[in-house]
T-cell receptor, first 114, second 111 residues
Framework: DAEITQSPRHKITETGRQVTLACHQT?????MFWYRQDLGHGLRLIHY???????NKGEVSDGYSVSRSNTEDLPLTLESAASSQTSVYFC?????????????FGPGTRLTVL | QKEVEQNSGPLSVPEGAIASLNCTYS??????FFWYRQYSGKSPELIMF????GDKEDGRFTAQLNKASQYVSLLIRDSQPSDSATYLC???????????FGTGTKLQVIP
């Protein structure tokens, strides 16, 4: 069965370190998205990609970067982790054929920055 | 005004009652709407999609869309404790394949 996976599921790091969160989907979807979820803010879009070599900034992109070298993967990098980036991170993907396509979410990564 | 607004709750209803969850949106041109359910500690999952004015029913769930008043609602009939979750309203951005999520309404169904 097709799925979307994230790793690690939990991560503790220190301020200033570079951290990369992995996202891998086997749906063969064109679109991939990274969100963070915090109490009181809901899901906020960090970066998204409509295909290989395409990346776009979302509403909370400062301090984060992504690259899309193949269809299956969209890793999220925190260049220099800050305590404000402690959050739950969700990766999602959608087919990319219609703006009404369903987004399928990964299980999430809980990141703590000390 | 936020693009998508929901009351954060919690909304408490007794088992067997109808739960009514509401969402308002700011872009009058929005054409379609999603409802996602998110259990505590889990990822969101799609439960309903609606793009036409009126009602759309799927089992115990009914989505209602009123474009003139710019709100979309989700009714859950015969609420069960297993329906206790946070319900997220989401609106696709016009011309783009990304969506904006509301902050969600937490539903508690009391046995």
């Amino acid at each position: 069965d097709a799925e979307i996976t994230q790793s690690p599921r939990h991560k503790i790091t220190e301020t200033g370190r570079q951290v990369t969160l992995a996202c891998h989907q086997t749906w063969n979807h064109n679109n991939m998205f990274w969100y963070r979820q915090d109490l009181g803010h809901g899901l906020r879009l960090i970066h998204y990609s409509y295909g290989v070599q395409d990346t776009n900034k979302g509403e909370v992109s400062d301090g984060y970067s992504v690259s899309r070298s193949n269809t299956e993967d969209l890793p999220l990098t925190l260049e220099s982790a800050a305590s404000s980036q402690t959050s739950v991170y969700f990766c999602a993907s959608s087919a990319g054929t219609e703006h009404t396509d369903t987004q399928y979410f990964g299980p999430g990564t809980r990141l703590t920055v000390l | 005004q936020k693009e998508v607004e929901q009351n954060s709750g919690p909304l408490s209803v007794p088992e067997g009652a109808i739960a009514s969850l509401n969402c308002t949106y700011s872009d009058r041109g929005s054409q379609s709407f999603f409802w996602y359910r998110q259990y505590s500690g889990k990822s969101p999952e799609l439960i309903m999609f609606i793009y036409s004015n009126g009602d759309k029913e799927d089992g115990r769930f009914t989505a209602q869309l009123n474009k003139a008043s710019q709100y979309v609602s989700l009714l859950i009939r015969d609420s069960q404790p297993s329906d206790s979750a946070t319900y997220l309203c989401a609106v696709p951005s016009r011309g783009y394949q990304k969506v904006t999520f509301g902050t969600g309404t937490k539903l508690q169904v009391i046995p």
